[in-house]
């Protein structure tokens, strides 16, 4: 596989927007029409972070996943939580004419990576029940639930956290 990982240039930040928006687009046929919406707005509010690392999957100069990683300290899912004390990976997107290749756990394995190399003590993210093949690929990955930092946006799914020891 002849994948790179690497952080986006500030003019892929467009193309990393369309990528996210696109693989997320699945869950409108998935969720509730509530969900969907409360979901398509947080993802929306999340891209437009300039605190968060934007990572990308680049495959000879197209770009086939994203994730971004929040740094400890920050509320990485806006009013819904306080401050994280540690890093949180958010937004994990592979369109789907590049899944199955392994590009997600790529990316998770590059925030793990960083999360190690700053000291984190653990690497959290959320996701929810409609989420089932991301969550699989998680748990597979080592994360733990973390019922503690779970929260219930009004409308929306219950929102579920997940914790990896480092």
Same mark, same amino acid.
């Given at each position: 596989? $002849? *994948?790179?990982?690497? +952080? %986006?240039?500030?003019?892929?930040?467009? &193309? /990393? #927007?369309?990528?996210?928006?696109?693989?997320?687009?699945?869950?409108? $046929? *998935?969720?509730?029409? +509530? %969900?969907?919406?409360?979901?398509?707005? &947080? /993802? #929306?509010?999340?891209?437009?972070?300039?605190?968060?690392?934007?990572?990308?999957?680049?495959?000879?100069?197209?770009?086939?996943?994203?994730?971004?990683?929040?740094?400890?300290?920050?509320?990485?899912?806006?009013?819904?939580?306080?401050?994280?004390?540690?890093?949180?990976?958010?937004?994990?997107?592979?369109?789907?004419?590049?899944?199955?290749?392994?590009?997600?756990?790529?990316?998770?394995?590059?925030?793990?990576?960083?999360?190690?190399?700053?000291?984190?003590?653990?690497?959290?993210?959320?996701?929810?029940?409609?989420?089932?093949?991301?969550?699989?690929?998680?748990?597979?990955?080592?994360?733990?639930?973390?019922?503690?930092?779970?929260?219930?946006?009004?409308?929306?799914?219950?929102?579920?956290?997940?914790?990896?020891?480092?």
């Amino acid at each position: 596989m $002849t *994948i790179t990982i690497r +952080d %986006a240039r500030s003019d892929e930040w467009d &193309a /990393v #927007r369309d990528l996210t928006l696109e693989a997320y687009s699945v869950y409108a $046929t *998935i969720m509730g029409p +509530d %969900a969907w919406a409360g979901l398509d707005n &947080a /993802v #929306r509010r999340a891209l437009e972070s300039d605190t968060a690392q934007r990572i990308v999957a680049d495959d000879h100069g197209t770009l086939i996943g994203s994730v971004m990683l929040f740094p400890a300290s920050t509320a990485a899912y806006g009013e819904y939580t306080d401050a994280l004390p540690v890093p949180e990976l958010r937004l994990l997107a592979v369109p789907a004419s590049a899944r199955g290749r392994g590009i997600g756990r790529l990316l998770v394995e590059e925030c793990i990576r960083r999360a190690r190399l700053d000291s984190a003590s653990a690497l959290g993210l959320h996701t929810s029940k409609s989420m089932a093949t991301a969550r699989e690929l998680y748990v597979r990955m080592g994360f733990e639930r973390a019922p503690e930092t779970d929260f219930f946006p009004p409308g929306a799914e219950h929102v579920e956290g997940y914790r990896l020891r480092l």
